[in-house]
């Protein structure tokens, strides 16, 4: 993805929601493959993906920053290309047993229950993860709920 189609994309989304702040925000995509960044965009534009998780040794692995209430997002497709907006509403960070069942429910995979939730990270973690720790019940989990503010789908 270029600046030029990001750029592009945020003045469209500023110009559907004008609230949202003028800088563009960080673009990352939802998941660790192309299959997966279009699975999880596609609960997100249907409404059923409203939270999303990631290991915190993963974040410190890749310097990135905790969430933060109220701040805006651009999610990218499997092609990294610009589709949604979400603003986050809340962060918790807890350990990975202590995920409660509404966050697995907001993240909108499998049955969204608790145990699905668990075997499905848990899986997603060792394959994927970052952090020099690997998967652990006890690593700590940065759990984020977001909005959808804003969509284009498919990309014009």
Not at 9 to 14: G, I, K, L, P
Not at 23 to 32: D, L, R, S
Not at 37 to 55: H, M, R, S
Request: hydrophobic fraction near 45%.
């Amino acid at each position: 993805m270029t600046d030029a189609i990001l750029e592009r994309f945020w003045t469209n989304a500023r110009r559907a929601v004008p609230t949202l702040p003028e800088a563009v925000p960080e673009a990352w995509a939802i998941g660790a493959t192309e299959s997966q960044a279009d699975e999880l965009l596609a609960l997100v534009l249907e409404g059923v993906k409203t939270g999303t998780a990631a290991a915190m040794q993963d974040l410190l692995a890749d310097g990135e920053a905790v969430p933060k209430v109220g701040q805006a997002s651009v999610i990218l497709d499997g092609r990294d290309q610009p589709r949604a907006v979400i603003v986050t509403t809340a962060v918790e960070i807890v350990p990975f047993t202590e995920v409660s069942a509404e966050h697995a429910r907001s993240e909108g995979e499998g049955d969204r229950t608790l145990a699905a939730w668990h075997e499905i990270n848990e899986e997603f973690w060792r394959e994927h993860g970052r952090g020099a720790d690997g998967f652990s019940e006890d690593m700590l989990v940065v759990c984020e709920r977001f909005r959808l503010m804003y969509a284009q789908w498919p990309h014009t």
